[in-house]
């Protein structure tokens, strides 16, 4: 076996939701990777509310917007495809999004939102009330019906069934640094880790909030990659909530198939993951305004996560002066949404950069290589 072939012609660092998701596809494109990752139980991929919002958290960057209207539309396949190569359900539902505002935005937010491509219904106080019957409002709200959530973790051991499945090979290490080192007269990366030096052709860095320690100097004063802690609780209300609930600049609710709600989240710029007294506090302050009978729920759950932003809030492709190296970063607060979007673009950009080293793959499950079937415009 040539030296060339005896190692893993990618590598990923970081095994949340991005970092598997393009490990998945580049291994159904007939690309060998290898995943280093310690554990990935505090990643913010098992700490996400999942929704799938991306109306209810319209941004201002119309790019983005339309990045995650897409997104959206192609939730349901990726799942289903996902879900038949790892052999395990994944919980995702549509019920849609009630979406509260101030009455006197109300009509002017609606047209907004359906200027950006949403489908729209005005609900005034008696419909609000006959949807969802927790609430205990005077106005009415916008329902945004295409909206819904999957389940996280379920999505996340899903992608670790594929991965394992479609014979990734995980190391349970930390990655220090990834360096260019000459190999047969050209600079190729290598992670060292620590459990040695790791050579690859490609890698992806797709370590969420530990992006910082992989960056230039350069590239981090520009990019200011930076943690946002987010608490969650998981409540059992005494009736059921039948939509997503989101409130403009407040708290989210999210319905749960085993009855439960998720109330979210918190947001502490520059924060470590921990559980805050205050931040819990907020939640349950928020959570029984909305709905007076949460006071009687059952508390199941409570946790946090660091959402990974960098830059203004869109996520960012860096790489390398060598071409070899991918920095993905920033998912911050949609990344459940827009990853599988956005590892289809990373999938292609290593499989290019794979053509340009030279090395050969043969054909994928699907017959062809990791081309796009939904091309996120790049940043
Ligand atoms: C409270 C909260 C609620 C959220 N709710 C939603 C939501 O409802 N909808 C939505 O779309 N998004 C939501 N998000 C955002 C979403 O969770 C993130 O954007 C997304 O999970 C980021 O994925 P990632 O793969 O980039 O990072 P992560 O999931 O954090 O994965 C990074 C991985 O890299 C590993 N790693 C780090 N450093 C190293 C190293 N040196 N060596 C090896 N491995 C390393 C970590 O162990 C981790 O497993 C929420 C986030 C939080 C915190």
Do not use: C
Not at 55 to 66: G, K
Not at 278 to 286: A, I, M, T
Not at 307 to 333: C, I, K, M, Q, T
């Amino acid at each position: 076996m040539s030296l060339r072939s005896s190692h893993p012609p990618v590598v990923v660092v970081g095994g949340g939701i991005l970092g598997l998701a393009t490990a998945w596809r580049l291994l159904r494109a007939g690309v060998r990777v290898t995943l280093v990752d310690p554990g990935p139980q505090t990643s913010a991929t098992r700490a996400a509310a999942g929704m799938l919002s991306p109306f209810a958290e319209l941004p201002a960057d119309p790019a983005m917007a339309s990045a995650m209207a897409t997104a959206l539309g192609g939730y349901a396949h990726f799942v289903e495809k996902l879900a038949a190569d790892a052999g395990v359900a994944v919980a995702i539902d549509f019920p849609g999004t009630v979406l509260l505002v101030p009455e006197t935005e109300r009509v002017a937010i609606g047209d907004r939102l359906r200027a950006a491509g949403a489908r729209v219904e005005m609900l005034d106080a008696g419909a609000l009330r006959s949807a969802e019957p927790m609430l205990s409002l005077d106005g009415g709200a916008i329902l945004l019906p295409d909206e819904g959530h999957v389940d996280p973790r379920q999505l996340h051991d899903a992608l670790q069934a594929a991965f394992a499945r479609l014979g990734g090979r995980w190391m349970h290490t930390e990655a220090e640094s990834i360096v260019i080192r000459e190999r047969g007269g050209v600079g190729r990366p290598v992670v060292e880790t620590g459990l040695g030096p790791l050579e690859a052709e490609v890698v992806l860095d797709a370590t969420g909030t530990g992006v910082a320690r992989f960056l230039d100097e350069e590239q981090r004063q520009r990019l200011q990659p930076r943690p946002v802690r987010g608490e969650i609780l998981r409540l059992l209300p005494p009736a059921r909530l039948s939509h997503l609930v989101h409130e403009s600049g407040g708290i989210y609710l999210v319905p749960q198939t085993d009855g439960s709600i998720l109330v979210g989240a918190t947001a502490v710029e520059g924060e470590p993951r921990r559980v805050t007294v205050g931040g819990v506090q907020w939640l349950l302050e928020h959570a029984t305004r909305l709905a007076p009978g949460l006071a009687q729920a059952e508390i199941l759950e409570i946790w946090s996560g660091a959402r990974p932003l960098a830059g203004n809030g869109a996520p960012e492709l860096v790489e390398d002066a060598s071409g070899f190296v991918f920095h993905a970063l920033g998912l911050y607060r949609n990344g459940i949404l827009l990853a599988p979007a956005w590892s289809e673009t990373l999938a292609n950009r290593i499989t290019r950069a794979l053509d340009r080293s030279g090395i050969e793959r043969p054909g994928g499950l699907d017959g062809s290589s990791a081309r796009s079937e939904i091309e996120w415009s790049e940043r």
